[in-house]
């Protein structure tokens, strides 16, 4: 099953609009990451928050996590027609010695010039 | 050019078919991933393996198998294909097992069962 749900699963803005895509996790986590995916192609790492964050930012990014909410937020700036992608939350956990990055479904936003 | 780089790009069978997927990690990178990316299912986390062991499995089907050789090189083995294992299939790798890994995909290797 999915750890991380993303919300909504998809979004429409114009160009110059701020973008914030949510996720949310059910288990407790060590880091959150978030990955952006041009269509068909391979995921690309944005920014990585850890447990003992609570705000990070990277350029027109900005991510903040709730760990009592068990949920993120990915803020995407001055959006333009290049963000056009479908952006995805993915946490990590330990089982044991088992580590695993698990992914959500994804929030397709698109930026309309 | 991610550095991480998948063979083939896309690839054709029919079911009951076996096919074999080739990913050579970033240079440095110990940890490889499998990930299988679907419509319905998203993208599913299927294998890890670091420094050439075993290390996290997750939705990976019997049919499946996967192993990282001594070169770092890995390669995922589908068998007795089915339709619904049509799908992207992505490799991805990351300096450590453990920690705060940040992955590094490869560009995917779209298989197609008819």
């Known amino acids: 099953s999915q750890q991380g749900e993303e919300d909504p699963q998809a979004l429409s803005i114009q160009e110059g609009e701020n973008a914030t895509m949510n996720c949310s996790y059910k288990?407790?986590?060590?880091?959150l990451q978030w990955y952006r995916q041009n269509s068909g192609r391979g995921l690309v790492h944005l920014i990585l928050i850890r447990s003992n964050e609570r705000e990070k930012h990277s350029g027109r990014l900005r991510v903040t996590l709730d760990t009592s909410k068990k949920s993120s937020s990915l803020l995407i700036t001055a959006s333009r027609a290049a963000d056009t992608a479908s952006y995805f939350c993915a946490t990590d956990a330990w089982g044991g010695s088992n580590y695993k990055l698990t992914f959500g479904k994804g929030t397709l936003l698109t930026v309309n010039p | 050019d991610s550095g991480v780089t998948q063979t083939p790009k896309h690839l054709i069978t029919a079911t009951g078919q076996r096919v074999t997927l080739r990913c050579s990690p970033r240079s440095g990178d110990l940890s490889v991933y499998w990930y299988q990316q679907s419509l319905d299912q998203g993208l599913q986390f299927l294998i890890q393996y670091y420094n050439g062991e075993e290390r996290a499995k997750g939705n990976i089907l019997e049919r499946f198998s996967a192993q990282q050789f001594p070169d770092l090189h890995s390669e995922l083995n589908l068998s007795s294909l089915e339709l619904g294992d049509s799908a992207l299939y992505f490799c991805a790798s990351s300096v450590s097992g453990r920690g705060a890994n940040v992955l590094t995909f490869g560009a995917g290797s779209r298989l197609t069962v008819l």
């Open positions: 288990t407790s986590i060590n880091n």
